[in-house]
Structures are given as C-alpha cells and as structure tokens.
C-alpha cells in the first residue's frame, strides 16, 4: 500500500488499476491519499472483503472520505459502498470500469478475453498457482 496525500480523503483501488489510477491522480487530483490492494486477492474474495473492510475502518476513523475504485469483486462491495463517506465507481469489474458498460458489452459479446498488464506479466503464476492449472 503507498500514499500521497492525506489532506482531501483516500482512493482505494486494486493494484490492477495502479498505473491508471496513478495518472490521473497526479494529474487531477494530487491530495488524494492511494492505497493499492494486490490483484492477487480477487483469488480469495474473503481477504479482498476483510482487507478492504480493515483500510475502510482505518480511513474512516481518521475522518478521510473514500472512493473505492474497484468492481463487485467481493459480495461485501454493496455493504461496503453504503458506508457513510465512502463512495465507489460504477462498474462489474476492472474492464468495465476502463470501456465503459458499452463497449465492454459489445467486445464481451464478442467472445473478447480481457487480460490487464499485471495479470499479462503475472499469467504463469497465476494460472499455475492460484488456479491449479497445468
């Protein structure tokens, strides 16, 4: 996890994003604190849920708002988003919320397979290891 900034609240948001996120941060919006969660998690949505649940309650508790940049990528993210001061992107997942609803319907219909940058860098150790496939 790494920050910027505390004075104008906290953007939390899966490392996936991390470049992305980055950019647009420093460019608009350099107050911002980031706290980035490794990809890794969405393997076991009870530790994205928990590890979540954990930098919302330390975020809020210090009085920051917070934006969760991230999909329905635990069942907890509706409970989560409902929090006082806490507000999230609108989104299924990671390539929706970078296409649009539009186009990511339009390239899922078209039997497109989505890889981000990370995960393209990481595939053996995650098709191996977390998915057991050989």
């Known amino acids: 996890m790494s ?74 993210m509706t409970t989560l988003e409902t929090l006082p001061g806490v507000a999230r992107t609108r989104g299924k997942n990671c390539y929706e919320l970078l296409l649009g609803p539009g186009e990511y319907r339009r390239l899922s219909h078209e039997g497109a397979f989505f890889l981000m940058p990370e995960w393209v860098q990481r595939w053996k150790e995650i098709f191996t290891r977390e998915l057991g496939l050989t």
């Open 3 to 76: 920050g910027i900034c505390r004075a104008q609240g906290a953007i939390i948001c899966c490392s996936v994003l991390q470049a992305e996120v980055t950019f647009l941060c420093e460019t608009h919006w350099p107050d911002r604190k980031l706290i980035f969660l490794p990809s890794m998690m969405h393997m076991h949505p009870e530790l994205l849920a928990s590890s979540l649940e954990s930098v919302l309650e330390d975020e809020l508790k210090q009085g920051y708002p917070v934006v969760l940049v991230f999909g329905d990528c635990c069942m907890q």
